[in-house]
């Protein structure tokens, strides 16, 4: 292999992105396997869709199989409010139907010892309160027992 670096323009280091709420969508997700491989996690890369940083991507990984059952119930509501911020309320095979719809990411800039500053996503809104295609969050019905039709009365007035 032959290169040469006069030719080519070096990157710049890819600095954390200020805290905020920003434009973006899900463009790519993938179930990874936890580094024990006890768990799985749906990783989601977004990318930012206006504004200076326009084509920046973030990760937001969401534990969906993992022996901290707190943490998967963090996940399963985050991902509800992804969800509900790009009107899919259901994923019946992959995340794939959350693909390519706008949305808008909360994210916050932390410190990281070995990385330095990171970006973290932390919710997911609609665009607009208008562009929300799903209802406020109901929970599940549970079916009740039918209840008895009411019986016919006679008013006295009816009586022959």
Known sequence: MFF????????????????????????HSE???TKDGTGRYLEL??????GPFQGRKLWDRLNIENRNQKAVEIAQRQLSSLCHAVGVLELPHDATPL??????VKVA???DPERGMVNEVKGYKAKSATAAASPAFQPP???QPAA????AVT???AAA
């Open 4 to 27: 040469n670096a006069r030719e080519v323009a070096p990157s710049a280091p890819i600095e954390a992105i200020p805290a905020g709420d920003y434009e973006a969508m899900v463009t």
């Open 148 to 151: 008895q039709a009411p019986r």
């Open 109 to 111: 800039a932390k410190s």
């Open 155 to 157: 008013p006295p007035w």
């Open 45 to 50: 890369t977004l990318e930012i869709q206006s």
């Open 31 to 33: 179930i990874k396997f």
């Open 141 to 143: 019905r549970v079916a």
């Open 99 to 104: 693909h390519n719809r706008p949305m808008i």
